[in-house]
């Protein structure tokens, strides 16, 4: 497989469609020991079942490991790490994950308690998880998703589920783009499966699915990434991470070197990119007026931007006559209106560590109710 192709197959017999482009895609020709150890590495950020929009679908995974075993391969590890603020072992029940390691007898190593070590990214130390260096070939497996602070999640910033909780605040201290495209440095993705099924292009959380019924293979993160991008209707420098992990030598940036082939009837085609493009509703945009955010971490801006969605859906948001305040920059701070533990210094803030979006929401709808209230 040429590195610079990405198939895409259609349909909706997930597993056989991820095998058929396994198969197109001579995955095998890349391991030249079947004693190999592989890991295979999903989008398991919360506990969210797949079709809601955030997590890889267990059939995808499945697919994989058949096609693994099929070939005599035996040592398989899924691993992963959900977000701060969930447990792995409840995203790995609710997903279906325990159930899929029970039937295909592959361990599951939960990144959260793995052991971790600091390592040079070519130029940035960064905590790494030791089960990183436990596997021979690295098959990463994300969901094609909007997000609230990059615009985009795919290939690259689904290695941020191989570093310990108190790395990924870190990352949000640091802006998220520079770490990311370090840590794909850092982190080797021998082949990609990327689930664009029915990914939520606005939240990286789920709650609105967009469904696409597609999967796809390639070998560069770097220009699934770019190519993402493009296909949502952004430039490259409006998701900096992507330029910058070129630059260290990650991959291709430069979304027209892509070859896109279609999988159909068992065989490859050129396929109208045109047909492939994707449109998110941008409202990300929109009730990220309503806030103000210093290094908040993924889950805590993730559950809030929902709450607002909610809140203006109802014509409340346009109500509220102040920024919300959120992220660890405002810790030891003062202020007026604030989510989460890091806030808590303010006038009116909501605890947690993250609040939930039904508690953020509730709290916000009390707050605004109580502003604009007729004093009469």
């Excluded at 609105?208 to 796809?216: E, F, L, M, N």
């Excluded at 971490?297 to 809030?304: E, H, M, R, T, W």
Aim: glycine share 10%; proline share 4%.
């Amino acid at each position: 497989m040429d590195d610079k192709n990405i198939f895409i197959n259609h349909g909706t017999a997930y597993k056989e469609m991820t095998k058929e482009l396994l198969e197109a895609s001579d995955l095998i020709g890349r391991i030249s020991d079947r004693s190999c150890r592989v890991g295979i590495k999903p989008n398991l950020v919360s506990p969210s079942v797949a079709s809601e929009g955030a997590t890889t679908h267990p059939e995808v995974v499945a697919g994989i490991i058949e096609y693994l075993q099929a070939y005599g391969v035996r040592q398989i590890v899924i691993m992963e790490g959900s977000w701060v603020g969930a447990k792995t072992s409840d995203a790995v029940r609710v997903c279906g994950y325990g159930d899929l390691c029970r039937y295909y007898q592959v361990e599951f190593e939960d990144a959260q308690k793995s052991a971790w070590e600091k390592r040079d990214c070519k130029g940035m130390d960064l905590a790494i998880c030791t089960c990183v260096d436990q596997v021979d070939l690295m098959i990463n497996v994300p969901v094609l998703k909007g997000h609230c602070q990059t615009k985009i999640t795919c290939a690259l910033k689904n290695m941020k589920g191989l570093i310990p909780n108190k790395e990924k605040r870190r990352f949000h201290q640091m802006g998220l783009h520079r770490p990311i495209a370090h840590l794909a440095a850092g982190i080797r993705q021998d082949f990609i499966v990327v689930d664009h099924i029915c990914g939520d292009l606005d939240f990286e959380d789920g709650g609105h699915p967009v469904v696409r019924d597609q999967i796809w293979t390639a070998a560069d993160p770097v220009l699934v990434d770019a190519w993402v991008c493009h296909m949502m209707g952004y430039e490259k420098d409006q998701v900096p991470y992507i330029g910058m992990a070129e630059e260290l030598g990650v991959g291709c940036g430069d979304w027209t070197q892509v070859k896109v082939r279609e999988y159909r009837a068992g065989e490859l085609s050129r396929v109208d990119l045109q047909d492939l493009a994707v449109s998110n509703s941008r409202k990300v945009v929109e009730l990220q007026d309503a806030v103000e955010e210093v290094g908040s971490c993924s889950a805590c801006y993730g559950y809030l931007l929902p709450a607002l969605d909610r809140l203006r859906e109802e014509g409340l948001l346009e109500r509220l006559d102040e920024k919300i305040s959120i992220g660890q920059g405002y810790k030891k701070q003062s202020g007026r209106l604030g989510i989460g533990n890091c806030t808590s210094g303010f006038a009116h803030h909501l605890a947690g560590c993250p609040p939930m979006p039904d508690e953020i929401y509730r709290f916000l709808k009390e707050y605004i109710c109580s502003q604009t209230a007729d004093p009469s």
